[in-house]
């Protein structure tokens, strides 16, 4: 009992994490359930439900900010991606694409921080469009093979300098257009059980709460210091990536 009273904060403090930053709660939410012994496939399959859950209200409250020209282009690179994703699981030691994910996501965090306290305007990369399939890609093998497809998309939106209001905004459609497939792919794999279905049902109405807190939050950050929020949560999230 005492267990699952570990299981239901923590996924609740994930989808607080995602709504208030707009990604990041399966960084945070897989290596505090694998800490307390979880078992490792219900975790994934209640954090990949989760996520969904959460984007489909995030989706509605942005949708005047989503780019859909670019969100097709990214799922698009998605759908590639996810084969890629199982063979690099087969293929690639873990430890070894996770440890260099989150030294680049440090690297570009500290880089970020930096320009911006000593007033160095950071310049749009990645212009083309033909990077959003590559971006959607890279994000397709990172989700299938370790729930992470979040990342690379936050990372390639600061890249290009959208604002964070759009970020937000194609970050939740992503989320939404892969996570259907993400989740149809973890049913199919046999993750789902009684236990993800009666977690689910219990924290359904406390996600009410938590959304709405995570929007209060986020309505009462100084939009002027977001982008620092950002790079900081770079080099948080690559921390725990390293720590995986």
């Known amino acids: 009992m005492s267990q699952l009273v570990f299981v239901l904060l923590i996924a609740l403090f994930g989808a607080l994490v995602r709504t208030v930053v707009g990604f990041g709660e399966a960084l945070v939410s897989m290596p505090l359930l694998a800490l307390i012994g979880f078992d490792l496939p219900t975790a994934t ?3 990949g439900a989760l996520g969904l859950i959460v984007a489909l209200p995030a989706t509605i409250r942005y949708h005047q900010q989503i780019n859909f020209q670019v969100v097709r282009r990214l799922v698009t690179g ?10 690099l699981v087969k293929t690639v030691p873990t430890g070894w694409v996770l440890h ?10 500290g880089y970020g921080l930096w320009q911006a306290f000593h007033q160095h305007r950071r310049q749009p990369h990645f212009q083309h469009n033909g990077w959003d ?3 959607g890609l890279i994000a397709g093998a990172l989700g299938s093979a370790y729930n992470s497809h979040g990342v690379p998309v936050a990372l390639y939106g600061s890249f290009k300098q959208w604002p964070v209001s ?9 989320f939404l257009c892969v996570g259907l497939l993400v989740v149809g792919s973890q049913i199919a794999a046999g993750f789902w059980n009684m236990t993800v279905v009666k977690l689910l049902l219990v924290l359904l109405p406390l996600l009410v709460l938590t959304i709405g807190a995570g929007n209060w939050l986020f309505a009462r950050l100084p939009r002027e210091k977001l982008t620092h929020y950002l790079n900081g949560l770079f080099i948080i ?3 725990l990536l390293l720590a995986r």
């Open 133 to 135: 399939y590559v971006a």
């Open 45 to 47: 399959a209640l954090i």
């Open 237 to 239: 999230f690559g921390s």
């Open 100 to 109: 260099g994910l989150g030294l680049f996501l440090m690297a570009n965090g």
């Open 78 to 87: 998605s759908l590639l991606g996810v084969p890629l994703g199982i063979l």
């Open 166 to 174: 759009q970020l937000r905004g194609i970050l939740q459609a992503h």
